[in-house]
């Protein structure tokens, strides 16, 4: 099971959030590698699609990293400055990729569900991933941003994104995973999102894969599960 990014209590949004988002994917990755070597028949549709949910939110949160901030970041803080980032993205992406097509094919019915195979597909990719997550952090030390961004700038940022994820959100799918990696304890604000709106889905729109969910590190309200390889709280400062 892999360890917890840093939280970055007290600091920029940015940073801070991009923390709690890289500890969702370590909670989701954990629960993935805790639970896959024990799913029963009745249960690989929902795990799998479970799975599923949350390669997309990976790939969701690394599209806008490499399409929206990283070319802010390299204007500001100067030419390839997150060139390491990106490419610590390829570094995982082939077999990440290949883990989804798998959990694909099975949600399908064309290929046939093995935990040995899941193992073996995570084990692929799964520690250059916590690397990436790990070490990114600290390229974006606060910091480092303020003297680089007005506040203003830093704003404009911070709405940018919001209107990105709103724009391309499921309220069946891209919130319901997002809330069930997060643990709330950690972070209460987050995610950004109005309450209404998420309300509609804790109570309503999740219901629709209700039993992928039931495999989250988390319940739909934030809740940490014991036992799924998150136990160890996440450092902070």
Avoid at 113 to 125: D, E, I, M
Avoid at 150 to 160: F, P
Wanted: glycine share 6%; aromatic share 12%; with cysteine.
């Amino acid at each position: 099971m892999y360890a917890l990014c840093l939280c970055l209590f007290n600091q920029l949004r940015i940073p801070s959030e991009m923390a709690i988002s890289h500890n969702m994917f370590i909670r989701g990755l954990n629960a993935i590698h805790a639970q896959a070597e024990g799913i029963q028949e009745e249960q690989v549709k929902g795990f799998s699609f479970f799975c599923i949910s949350y390669f997309e939110m990976v790939h969701h949160h690394h599209q806008i990293e490499e399409t929206y901030l990283f070319p802010i970041y390299d204007k500001k803080l100067g030419a390839h400055a997150m060139d390491n980032n990106v490419e610590q993205h390829h570094a995982f992406m082939d077999g990440l990729l290949d883990a989804e097509t798998y959990f694909k094919e099975v949600h399908a019915g064309t290929a046939s569900y093995s935990g040995a195979t899941v193992t073996t597909k995570l084990n692929s990719f799964a520690d250059a991933l916590v690397l990436h997550l790990t070490e990114e952090i600290p390229t974006l030390d606060s910091n480092r941003l303020r003297a680089a961004f007005t506040k203003q700038d830093l704003k404009d940022m911070e709405d940018g994104i919001i209107k990105i994820i709103l724009k391309d959100v499921s309220l069946f799918t891209t919130v319901p995973i997002g809330l069930i990696c997060h643990d709330k304890a950690t972070a209460s604000y987050f995610p950004p999102l109005p309450k209404p709106l998420l309300w509609a889905v804790q109570y309503g729109f999740s219901w629709r894969y209700n039993a992928a969910w039931s495999f989250g590190p988390c319940d739909i309200y934030g809740k940490l599960k014991s036992g799924l390889g998150n136990d160890t709280p996440a450092p902070g400062i």
